[in-house]
């Protein structure tokens, strides 16, 4: 199921993993990302942050929409980042540069295109508890990132406890996503972090639990991470977002780990609706991985 062409060279690996870009409002959730992001760099061999804030010149909403000074508003965006980055300087160290990006348009539309071409190991966002029209906007950027990113994207709480090591890493999967997962990026992370693996299956209560092609992917899987000596679990919820929150927390997981589809939207599991879900109700970090073409 899965070819020489995934593998990568200690020194691929190496260049890879060595930027984050990280995304910023300006608010404390996003600071908080911020700073997970400085606890987790040296096992990543990071080097480098970029702090990434899109602006708007048109403000819409109101009965006379209002169309602000582009330069004014990128100089303000600017200053804020540098406010941002200075908070952010001792926490890094002085092995990580720090350096600030602030583009006009929807985050959106030009965020994947940027990470691709500045060869980013993660996007790294933050998120808070919210509710409302907020948490519905807020969560569908989310999903958008996500939907669109060719690189990891780790969605960080703003309850996450910041220094906390990586121990124990949970692996949600449907088992149907086997097909569509990059060996090289799990093995990427699974790799720095050295944590405690838990594979999840995650099924509806009337899912046929012993399919045939499901004790396929489960070999399959089994081969492929056998050196992290990876313990299986098999949930079954109609609630998936509560059995993946329920097991990680019986098992004290530091993060969990996902992959999103690529074709057609999201899995069954993984889509729109329950990523936002996970983002908004867990307390640990979410690392999505981009799947396979």
């Known amino acids: 199921m899965y070819d020489d062409g995934i593998i990568i060279s200690a020194i691929s690996l190496k260049r890879i993993m060595k930027s984050l870009l990280i995304l910023t409002d300006f608010s404390e959730a996003a600071f908080r990302a911020a700073e997970y992001a400085c606890g987790i760099a040296p096992l990543l061999q990071v080097d480098r942050f970029i702090l990434y804030h899109a602006y708007q010149t048109y403000v819409g909403g109101t009965e006379i929409p209002i169309i602000e000074d582009s330069h004014e508003v990128y100089l303000a965006s600017m200053e804020s980042l540098g406010l941002q980055h200075d908070r952010l300087s001792t926490l890094a160290g ?49 999903a958008e990132i996500l939907k669109t990113s060719t690189v990891p994207v780790l969605v960080v709480p703003g309850d996450a406890l910041v220094g906390r090591p990586v121990k124990t890493v949970v692996f949600a999967t449907d088992l149907k996503d086997v097909n569509h997962l990059s060996a090289a990026r799990l093995d990427d992370f699974l790799g720095a972090f050295k944590a405690q693996l838990y594979i999840v299956n995650v099924g509806g209560e009337t899912d046929e639990k012993y399919r045939p092609e499901t004790f396929e992917a489960i070999t399959d899987l089994h081969r492929l991470l056998e050196k992290y000596n990876p313990t299986f679990g098999y949930i079954s919820r109609d609630d998936v ?39 908004y109700n867990s307390n640990v970090p979410l690392l999505f991985l981009p799947g396979l073409e």
């Open 94 to 142: 002085p092995g990580v540069k720090i350096e600030m990006m602030a583009r006009e348009g929807l985050l959106t539309d030009t965020i994947a295109a940027y990470a691709e071409q500045e060869n980013i190991a993660a996007i790294v966002m933050g998120v808070s508890g919210k509710s409302g029209l907020e948490a519905l906007l807020l969560g569908s950027v989310t």
């Open 241 to 279: 977002v509560d059995g993946i929150l329920s097991y990680a927390k019986e098992r004290q997981a530091s993060m969990i780990i996902s992959v999103p589809k690529k074709h057609g939207g999201f899995s069954a599991l993984f889509h729109k609706s329950i990523s936002k879900k996970l983002a």
